[in-house]
């Protein structure tokens, strides 16, 4: 065959190849995606509905429960389809009804659970907090936890020339002044799962290895408990500064001078936190320092 009638042939075969795969669709007729990247659309007449093959994927429905947050944290909703929400540091329980337990899951909290957080506690118990962030909370009867504060229980801890206070012989101490912190625990442990009520008294200076000058530890408590300011409260004849989480923990930093102080931490489960504060405020009531530690 000449070159002549070859470029002929050529030029005749392509009307057909373009009519097999047109640029764009004849009249009366629309073009419609499809997930075939070798035959990416094709035409569709006019007044069918579009049934394009990339339409939407529909996945699970969603979770019973939304994912939890470690103790101490709660969710906050980010607007981030990636990433609807990441957990803050925080005492109070989340109050965001997008991140609370679907409505009608078997463990969605009524109206009398709510403010716990709890799964629910059957008649006659109360929700503890655990250490555990999968089980946060266990059902203990609530006469075996709460115990009323006798005042006539009291007796007095005295580190000579340093400090002393009055504190309920109900509370175990366990004096660990000797520390590089110097520190007193007291404890109430009742034999019960989950957060024991505890104090703790401390003394820092900035000779220690440790230190945290008294602001910065007031800043970790409002940025990593979520704690709010209680202001200004009078301690020993002083001016102490106060932070709280309420149900939860009490701090007060009583400043001595500008390279030290003493902390006062109170912590309790919130269904016995108000039985016990008493304890507390007077241990600080009846606190004494330097000289008139005796």
């Given at each position: ?20 795969a ?21 035409c569709e ?31 906050v ?97 366990q ?13 109430l ?24 000058d ?7 408590d ?13 301690v ?59």
């Amino acid at each position: 065959m000449s070159a002549a009638l070859l470029l002929a042939a050529l030029l005749a075969a392509r009307p057909a190849a373009a009519g097999e795969a047109p640029a764009e669709c004849p009249s009366g007729t629309h073009r419609v995606l499809t997930d075939d990247p070798y035959d990416p659309f094709h035409c569709e007449k006019d007044g069918s509905p579009a049934k394009s093959a990339l339409g939407k994927v529909d996945g699970p429905k969603g979770f019973e429960f939304r994912p939890r947050c470690p103790r101490g944290s709660r969710p906050v909703s980010t607007g981030d389809s990636l990433q609807p929400y990441r957990c803050v540091v925080s005492g109070a329980p989340s109050t965001d009804p997008e991140l609370a337990p679907l409505p009608g899951s078997p463990r969605a909290p009524g109206p009398a659970q709510a403010s716990t957080g709890s799964a629910g506690c059957p008649p006659g118990k109360v929700p503890v907090r655990t250490t555990d962030p999968l089980e946060p909370y266990h059902c203990v009867a609530q006469a075996s936890r709460l115990r009323v504060v006798d005042p006539a229980t009291f007796t007095r801890y005295t580190r000579a020339r340093r400090i002393s206070f009055e504190y309920p012989r109900s509370f175990r101490l366990q004096d660990s002044w000797g520390d590089d912190v110097p520190t007193i625990y007291l404890s109430l442990d009742d034999g019960r799962p989950g957060k024991p009520v505890t104090i703790t008294v401390s003394y820092l200076q900035q000779e220690q290895t440790t230190y945290q000058d008294m602001d910065a530890a007031m800043s970790r408590d409002f940025d990593w408990q979520g704690a709010k300011d209680g202001g200004l409260v009078p301690v020993a004849g002083l001016q102490a500064h106060m932070t709280y989480v309420p149900g939860d923990t009490r701090s007060v930093y009583l400043p001595l001078s500008k390279e030290s102080y003493y902390s006062f931490v109170y912590s309790a489960p919130s269904d016995s936190y108000e039985t016990y504060l008493p304890a507390f405020q007077r241990l600080l009531k009846t606190l004494r320092l330097g000289a008139r530690a005796r």
